[in-house]
Protein backbone atom coordinates (compact mmCIF):
# COMPACT_ATOMS: atom_id res chain seq x y z
CA UNK A 1 0.00 0.00 0.00
CA UNK A 2 0.97 3.41 -0.63
CA UNK A 3 2.18 5.81 2.23
CA UNK A 4 -0.48 7.54 4.08
CA UNK A 5 -1.51 10.70 4.88
CA UNK A 6 -1.44 11.52 8.84
CA UNK A 7 -6.01 11.78 9.10
CA UNK A 8 -6.91 8.87 11.41
CA UNK A 9 -10.03 6.83 9.78
CA UNK A 10 -11.54 5.35 12.71
CA UNK A 11 -11.18 2.20 13.29
CA UNK A 12 -9.52 1.45 9.94
CA UNK A 13 -8.98 -2.29 9.78
CA UNK A 14 -12.42 -2.94 11.80
CA UNK A 15 -10.45 -4.94 14.48
CA UNK A 16 -12.74 -3.27 17.20
CA UNK A 17 -17.18 -3.91 17.36
CA UNK A 18 -19.60 -2.81 19.48
CA UNK A 19 -21.92 -5.36 20.90
CA UNK A 20 -25.24 -3.61 20.99
CA UNK A 21 -27.39 -6.87 22.25
CA UNK A 22 -28.05 -8.98 19.12
CA UNK A 23 -26.35 -7.40 16.63
CA UNK A 24 -22.78 -5.25 16.48
CA UNK A 25 -21.51 -2.03 14.74
CA UNK A 26 -17.97 -1.41 14.01
CA UNK A 27 -16.61 1.15 15.96
CA UNK A 28 -16.89 4.89 14.62
CA UNK A 29 -18.22 3.49 12.24
CA UNK A 30 -22.69 3.76 11.55
CA UNK A 31 -25.02 1.21 10.07
CA UNK A 32 -27.92 0.42 8.29
CA UNK A 33 -27.99 -2.09 11.40
CA UNK A 34 -30.57 0.25 13.36
CA UNK A 35 -33.25 -0.86 10.67
CA UNK A 36 -36.08 -2.32 13.25
CA UNK A 37 -38.53 -5.63 11.58
CA UNK A 38 -41.21 -7.48 13.95
CA UNK A 39 -37.84 -10.20 14.76
CA UNK A 40 -35.30 -7.32 16.19
CA UNK A 41 -32.72 -5.18 14.16
CA UNK A 42 -32.39 -6.26 10.41
CA UNK A 43 -28.21 -6.80 10.05
CA UNK A 44 -26.55 -5.40 6.78
CA UNK A 45 -23.24 -4.99 8.37
CA UNK A 46 -21.33 -7.29 10.33
CA UNK A 47 -17.73 -8.48 11.39
CA UNK A 48 -16.14 -11.31 9.21
CA UNK A 49 -12.64 -13.23 9.88
CA UNK A 50 -10.23 -13.55 9.13
CA UNK A 51 -9.14 -9.86 7.84
CA UNK A 52 -7.08 -8.98 4.94
CA UNK A 53 -4.83 -7.50 7.70
CA UNK A 54 -5.73 -8.69 11.45
CA UNK A 55 -8.73 -11.02 12.81
CA UNK A 56 -11.57 -8.88 11.16
CA UNK A 57 -13.46 -7.25 8.09
CA UNK A 58 -16.48 -5.31 7.65
CA UNK A 59 -18.99 -7.25 5.79
CA UNK A 60 -21.95 -5.01 4.00
CA UNK A 61 -24.58 -6.63 2.91
CA UNK A 62 -28.00 -6.23 0.61
CA UNK A 63 -30.65 -8.86 2.13
CA UNK A 64 -34.07 -9.28 2.10
CA UNK A 65 -36.48 -9.05 5.72
CA UNK A 66 -38.52 -11.81 6.91
CA UNK A 67 -41.41 -9.75 5.66
CA UNK A 68 -40.31 -9.98 1.90
CA UNK A 69 -38.49 -6.30 1.55
CA UNK A 70 -34.76 -6.18 0.36
CA UNK A 71 -32.56 -3.77 2.56
CA UNK A 72 -29.79 -1.63 1.18
CA UNK A 73 -26.55 -2.67 3.19
CA UNK A 74 -24.40 0.88 4.36
CA UNK A 75 -22.04 1.79 6.49
CA UNK A 76 -20.12 5.34 6.99
CA UNK A 77 -17.29 6.51 9.37
CA UNK A 78 -18.70 8.71 11.84
CA UNK A 79 -20.64 8.26 15.86
CA UNK A 80 -22.98 9.25 17.86
CA UNK A 81 -25.70 10.09 14.84
CA UNK A 82 -22.89 12.40 13.18
CA UNK A 83 -21.38 11.13 10.30
CA UNK A 84 -17.54 12.35 8.89
CA UNK A 85 -14.54 12.71 10.94
CA UNK A 86 -12.13 15.19 11.78
CA UNK A 87 -9.44 15.54 8.96
CA UNK A 88 -7.43 18.90 8.13
CA UNK A 89 -5.02 16.70 5.42
CA UNK A 90 -5.15 16.80 1.61
CA UNK A 91 -4.96 12.79 0.68
CA UNK A 92 -5.29 11.80 -2.91
CA UNK A 93 -6.96 8.55 -2.22
CA UNK A 94 -8.68 6.24 0.11
CA UNK A 95 -7.45 3.19 -0.49
CA UNK A 96 -7.49 -0.18 1.34
CA UNK A 97 -8.55 -3.79 0.96
CA UNK A 98 -11.21 -5.87 -0.43
CA UNK A 99 -13.87 -8.28 -1.70
CA UNK A 100 -16.98 -7.95 -3.62
CA UNK A 101 -19.63 -9.81 -4.93
CA UNK A 102 -22.30 -7.55 -6.66
CA UNK A 103 -25.75 -9.22 -8.32
CA UNK A 104 -26.14 -8.85 -11.78
CA UNK A 105 -28.33 -5.28 -12.61
CA UNK A 106 -27.04 -3.72 -8.89
CA UNK A 107 -23.80 -1.45 -8.31
CA UNK A 108 -21.66 -1.03 -5.07
CA UNK A 109 -20.55 2.57 -4.87
CA UNK A 110 -17.54 3.54 -2.54
CA UNK A 111 -17.36 7.55 -1.75
CA UNK A 112 -15.01 9.72 0.37
CA UNK A 113 -15.42 13.31 0.37
CA UNK A 114 -13.42 16.47 2.33
CA UNK A 115 -15.56 18.97 3.37
CA UNK A 116 -15.18 22.40 5.34
CA UNK A 117 -17.63 24.45 7.39
CA UNK A 118 -17.79 27.72 6.00
CA UNK A 119 -19.17 30.22 8.56
CA UNK A 120 -20.15 33.07 6.52
CA UNK A 121 -22.35 31.08 4.49
CA UNK A 122 -23.27 28.61 7.11
CA UNK A 123 -23.22 25.77 4.17
CA UNK A 124 -20.35 22.62 4.50
CA UNK A 125 -18.41 23.37 1.25
CA UNK A 126 -17.40 20.07 -0.51
CA UNK A 127 -13.14 20.72 -0.72
CA UNK A 128 -12.51 17.18 -2.53
CA UNK A 129 -14.69 14.11 -3.58
CA UNK A 130 -14.08 10.60 -4.78
CA UNK A 131 -16.54 7.66 -6.11
CA UNK A 132 -15.93 4.52 -7.11
CA UNK A 133 -18.81 2.26 -8.44
CA UNK A 134 -18.33 -1.61 -8.44
CA UNK A 135 -20.19 -4.31 -10.57
CA UNK A 136 -19.15 -7.89 -10.75
CA UNK A 137 -17.97 -10.16 -8.28
CA UNK A 138 -13.71 -10.19 -6.98
CA UNK A 139 -13.17 -13.54 -4.66
CA UNK A 140 -9.72 -12.56 -2.96
CA UNK A 141 -8.08 -9.43 -1.32
CA UNK A 142 -7.23 -6.77 -3.24
CA UNK A 143 -5.92 -3.39 -3.12
CA UNK A 144 -8.50 -0.58 -4.49
CA UNK A 145 -8.07 2.98 -4.47
CA UNK A 146 -10.49 5.81 -4.74
CA UNK A 147 -8.51 9.27 -6.14
CA UNK A 148 -10.13 12.03 -4.80
CA UNK A 149 -10.77 15.01 -7.19
CA UNK A 150 -10.26 18.55 -5.66
CA UNK A 151 -12.69 21.67 -6.29
CA UNK A 152 -10.89 23.70 -3.76
CA UNK A 153 -7.35 25.04 -2.41
CA UNK A 154 -8.61 24.90 0.87
CA UNK A 155 -7.80 22.66 4.02
CA UNK A 156 -10.61 20.53 5.27
CA UNK A 157 -11.78 20.22 8.16
CA UNK A 158 -13.42 16.77 8.08
CA UNK A 159 -14.02 13.45 6.03
CA UNK A 160 -16.85 11.44 5.01
CA UNK A 161 -16.27 7.64 3.55
CA UNK A 162 -19.69 5.77 3.08
CA UNK A 163 -19.43 2.14 1.50
CA UNK A 164 -23.01 0.63 -0.12
CA UNK A 165 -23.67 -2.60 -1.38
CA UNK A 166 -26.44 -1.61 -3.43
CA UNK A 167 -26.70 2.10 -5.61
CA UNK A 168 -30.28 2.08 -5.72
CA UNK A 169 -31.56 2.46 -1.95
CA UNK A 170 -35.31 2.02 -3.32
CA UNK A 171 -34.65 -0.54 -5.13
CA UNK A 172 -31.58 -2.97 -3.87
CA UNK A 173 -30.52 -6.29 -5.15
CA UNK A 174 -30.38 -8.97 -2.73
CA UNK A 175 -27.29 -10.55 -2.08
CA UNK A 176 -24.66 -7.94 -3.24
CA UNK A 177 -21.70 -7.74 -0.66
CA UNK A 178 -18.62 -5.83 0.08
CA UNK A 179 -15.89 -7.06 2.09
CA UNK A 180 -13.73 -3.84 3.80
CA UNK A 181 -10.55 -3.65 5.08
CA UNK A 182 -7.37 -2.21 6.05
CA UNK A 183 -8.41 1.29 5.36
CA UNK A 184 -5.79 4.45 4.88
CA UNK A 185 -5.98 7.77 3.03
CA UNK A 186 -2.59 8.28 0.55
CA UNK A 187 -0.76 10.50 -0.58
CA UNK A 188 -1.01 14.26 -0.21
CA UNK A 189 -1.64 16.98 -2.25
CA UNK A 190 -0.09 20.47 -2.64
CA UNK A 191 -2.60 23.35 -1.12
CA UNK A 192 -1.96 25.38 -4.07
CA UNK A 193 -3.14 23.08 -6.63
CA UNK A 194 -5.25 24.92 -9.15
CA UNK A 195 -8.77 23.39 -8.28
CA UNK A 196 -10.93 22.01 -10.57
CA UNK A 197 -14.57 23.64 -10.89
CA UNK A 198 -16.88 21.68 -8.82
CA UNK A 199 -20.06 23.16 -10.87
CA UNK A 200 -22.64 22.62 -8.17
CA UNK A 201 -24.81 24.84 -6.69
CA UNK A 202 -27.93 24.69 -4.32
CA UNK A 203 -29.97 27.04 -2.77
CA UNK A 204 -30.99 28.56 -0.80
CA UNK A 205 -29.13 27.30 2.47
CA UNK A 206 -30.76 27.42 4.80
CA UNK A 207 -33.25 25.56 2.90
CA UNK A 208 -37.25 25.44 4.03
CA UNK A 209 -39.47 24.02 1.69
CA UNK A 210 -37.93 23.92 -1.77
CA UNK A 211 -34.14 23.33 -2.38
CA UNK A 212 -32.26 23.97 -6.30
CA UNK A 213 -29.82 22.43 -7.99
CA UNK A 214 -27.49 23.66 -10.71
CA UNK A 215 -24.91 22.00 -11.86
CA UNK A 216 -24.28 23.37 -15.43
CA UNK A 217 -25.08 20.33 -17.15
CA UNK A 218 -28.12 18.06 -17.57
CA UNK A 219 -29.16 16.36 -14.30
CA UNK A 220 -30.03 12.65 -14.15
CA UNK A 221 -30.74 12.13 -10.48
CA UNK A 222 -30.02 13.66 -7.22
CA UNK A 223 -29.88 11.49 -3.57
CA UNK A 224 -30.37 13.75 -0.11
CA UNK A 225 -28.13 12.46 2.57
CA UNK A 226 -28.36 13.01 6.39
CA UNK A 227 -25.47 13.82 8.76
CA UNK A 228 -25.28 10.06 8.87
CA UNK A 229 -24.92 9.28 4.99
CA UNK A 230 -28.15 7.75 5.16
CA UNK A 231 -30.28 8.33 2.12
CA UNK A 232 -33.43 10.07 2.84
CA UNK A 233 -34.70 11.63 -0.51
CA UNK A 234 -34.22 10.33 -4.11
CA UNK A 235 -35.24 11.89 -7.76
CA UNK A 236 -34.88 10.82 -11.01
CA UNK A 237 -34.32 14.19 -13.53
CA UNK A 238 -33.65 14.85 -17.04
CA UNK A 239 -33.17 19.24 -16.51
CA UNK A 240 -30.40 21.43 -16.15
CA UNK A 241 -31.92 22.75 -12.72
CA UNK A 242 -34.44 20.62 -10.81
CA UNK A 243 -35.60 21.85 -7.42
CA UNK A 244 -36.62 18.81 -4.58
CA UNK A 245 -38.88 19.07 -1.67
CA UNK A 246 -37.44 18.99 1.16
CA UNK A 247 -39.53 20.22 3.75
CA UNK A 248 -40.51 17.12 5.13
CA UNK A 249 -36.41 16.69 6.36
CA UNK A 250 -35.76 17.19 9.88
CA UNK A 251 -33.61 20.56 10.66
CA UNK A 252 -29.65 19.71 10.43
CA UNK A 253 -27.00 19.35 7.80
CA UNK A 254 -27.33 17.29 4.51
CA UNK A 255 -25.40 16.51 1.58
CA UNK A 256 -27.06 16.17 -1.84
CA UNK A 257 -24.96 13.72 -4.27
CA UNK A 258 -25.84 14.27 -8.16
CA UNK A 259 -25.54 12.36 -10.68
CA UNK A 260 -24.79 13.77 -14.46
CA UNK A 261 -26.45 12.79 -17.49
CA UNK A 262 -22.76 12.40 -19.18
CA UNK A 263 -22.34 9.78 -15.92
CA UNK A 264 -20.16 12.05 -13.49
CA UNK A 265 -20.83 12.89 -10.18
CA UNK A 266 -21.13 15.85 -8.13
CA UNK A 267 -21.25 16.42 -3.98
CA UNK A 268 -22.51 19.47 -2.12
CA UNK A 269 -23.59 20.41 1.45
CA UNK A 270 -26.71 22.43 2.86
CA UNK A 271 -28.70 23.10 5.65
CA UNK A 272 -32.06 22.55 6.39
CA UNK A 273 -33.98 24.92 8.73
Not at 58 to 78: D, E, H, K, N, Y
Not at 103 to 128: C, F, H, K, P, W
Not at 179 to 194: M, Q, R, W
Request: aromatic content about 10%; overall charge negative; glycine content about 10%.
Amino acid sequence: MMATATAQIPNASFESWVNHGGYSDPAGWLTSNDLMTPQGHFITVEPGSPGAEGNTYALVQSRTTPQGMTIQGWMSAGSNGQGGFPCSNRPTALAGMWQYGIQQGDTGVVEAALSRYNALTGQTDVIAQGTLEITGSWASWAEFSVPLVYFSGETPDSAYIQFTSSINFSDPVAGSFIKVDALSFSGLTAITEAPATPGLLLFPSPAREALSIRAGSPLAEATVLDAAGRPVLHNRFNVGEAVMDVAPLPTGPYWVRVLLADGKQRVAGFNKE
